[in-house]
């Protein structure tokens, strides 16, 4: 029996006005270090100044590193789909599912948002009314493939729905 198996997790999200403070100070760091004169500078400010510079470069290109949290795992298998949430366990036979809707953004590697694997968001609705909003780990390509194999057989290919967000750079 085949199976696909990977973590269902959950991302912290930014806040947008630390994001923005944190911008703001990135900036006049870098306008007191890179543009003022040496003769003119104080030496506390510049030695804040570092620290801001650095702390930014965390916030813009450090988050990256940063694993996300996992709550459970999502298993596929030939005839159902395994979920696993905290304490609790359901089974999705796939003639109750409705349609499953992917947004795909990638799988993890150095060159993409995170090395421990994109944001991927699974939407399973079944026909009883019941609806799973997922984020799941796509770690690389042959996870990728793997996943896709499954969602391309006959019983989930009538069920199953693509859509890419903006800043895509792989095809699914």
């Known amino acids: 029996m085949n199976t696909f198996k990977t973590e269902i997790v959950k991302t912290k999200e930014q806040s947008k006005t630390l994001a923005i403070i944190v911008v703001v100070l990135f900036i006049?760091?870098?306008l007191y270090i890179f543009l003022i004169e040496k003769e003119n500078q104080n030496v506390y400010l510049k030695s804040i100044s570092f620290v801001?510079?650095?702390?930014?470069l965390f916030f813009l290109f450090g988050q990256s590193f940063i694993k996300p949290k996992p709550i459970?795992?999502?298993?596929i298998a030939d005839t159902s789909i395994n979920l696993r949430l905290d304490e609790s366990q359901d089974t999705l036979l796939f003639i109750e599912l409705d349609n499953i809707i992917l947004k795909y953004t990638g799988y993890g590697s150095w060159w993409t948002h995170s090395i421990y694997g994109n944001k991927n968001y699974l939407l399973i609705a079944c026909k009883n009314g019941e609806n799973y909003n997922l984020e799941i780990l796509l770690?690389?390509?042959s996870m990728k493939n793997d996943f896709k194999?499954?969602?391309n057989t006959e019983a989930l290919q009538e069920k199953f729905?693509?859509?890419k967000t903006k800043n895509t750079t792989c095809e699914f």
């Open 52 to 56: 801001i510079y650095f702390l930014g």
């Open 28 to 30: 006049i760091a870098n």
């Open 161 to 163: 729905q693509l859509k």
């Open 139 to 141: 770690r690389n390509r």
């Open 149 to 151: 194999a499954f969602l």
């Open 72 to 75: 459970g795992f999502f298993e």
